[in-house]
């Protein structure tokens, strides 16, 4: 174990209070904040992604928020990449790193680097989100099985944006994603330090907000936005304008669906994206959990505390 610092990694599903959580923790740990959530990092993209306003962040400096333009379909190894070099800055500067996002993915690339994977091919990307649009993510998924089935067992038939990968990884090279495993890149150093805790707060309540949050971005113009960003060039088939929200308006606009239904829809693929974001962190067998709200009393002294218990038991 190097003698630096703990890492805090603050994880769990949508809604459960991640940022405000990180906030508290970054102020008793003379801490800086590194995103780790995958639409957050997106310029002009704000409505529905949570992104914590000034006021939320207290004075504590985040970094890894609204800095990608949205055209660029940036990956999870573009971030691990950046999230490297962010924590080596800060390290520098002898502060603790609290990074805090949703999406495990991104997080486990950069404790396990990917290996050098080839550039998007935007013509085959736009094809493979035709046919997601067309016949649903679980027909790439199927898609996928049949050219690399190791690969599609590892995935959620409905993470199209992994799915869409692996088969731009093998139409790109003729090789199967899941044979290049091996090939990945040397951990970094600080992977050993990295604690990973996830919020995992109750179930019913946390629908409850997602449902109710969903509704204050309809409310709160997310439709317009959408409008002014499709207007200013941005093409639907960009990995900003896939997420949740964002996509089902997209698909309002282009008379696929009505305005009550891309709402409900929205509620739903957020629910189920909650519990997608709780099953991959269950497969991280290091991390420690957390049954409660980030922004419930006590949880960031309870957060250090259990980091504590850690250390003197390793």
Not at 159 to 175: K, M, N, P, S, Y
Not at 197 to 202: A, E, G, M, R, T
Request: proline share 5%; net charge positive; hydrophobic share 35%.
């Amino acid at each position: 174990m190097s003698d630096k610092r703990l890492i805090y990694a603050i994880a769990g599903p949508t809604a459960s209070g991640k940022t405000a959580l990180a906030v508290e923790l970054a102020k008793r740990v003379n801490g800086e904040v590194v995103n780790f959530d995958s639409v957050q990092i997106y310029r002009e993209i704000k409505i529905a992604t949570a992104k914590p306003t000034p006021e939320e962040m207290q004075g504590i400096p985040h970094h890894l928020i609204d800095y990608v333009d949205p055209r660029v379909n940036y990956t999870a190894a573009d971030w691990a990449r950046d999230a490297e070099e962010k924590i080596e800055e800060i390290e520098s500067r002898r502060r603790t790193v609290v990074m805090v996002g949703g999406t495990g993915f991104y997080l486990r690339t950069l404790l396990n680097p990917l290996f050098e994977s080839p550039k998007t091919d935007e013509e085959l990307r736009g094809r493979l989100h035709a046919i997601r649009d067309k016949k649903g993510p679980a027909h790439l998924h199927r898609m996928l099985a049949r050219v690399d089935g190791e690969m599609a067992a590892e995935l959620f038939p409905r993470d199209h944006v992994r799915v869409i990968r692996a088969l731009e990884v093998f139409f790109q090279t003729g090789e199967r994603l899941s044979s290049r495993q091996a090939d990945r890149l040397p951990r970094p150093e600080f992977a050993g330090r990295v604690r990973i805790f996830v919020l995992d707060p109750p179930r019913e309540t946390l629908y409850r907000l997602i449902n109710e949050r969903t509704e204050r971005h309809f409310a709160g113009g997310l439709v317009d936005e959408v409008k002014r960003l499709r207007m200013a060039g941005l093409r639907d088939s960009t990995n900003a304008l896939g997420s949740h929200g964002y996509r089902r308006v997209c698909e309002y606009l282009r008379g696929e669906r009505t305005l009550v239904k891309a709402i409900e829809k929205t509620k739903q693929d957020v629910r189920n994206y909650a519990k997608r974001q709780l099953t991959w962190f269950r497969s991280e067998p290091s991390a420690i959990w957390l049954p409660t709200f980030g922004t419930a009393p006590k949880t960031a002294e309870s957060l250090v505390a259990k980091a504590a218990d850690k250390e003197e038991s390793t």
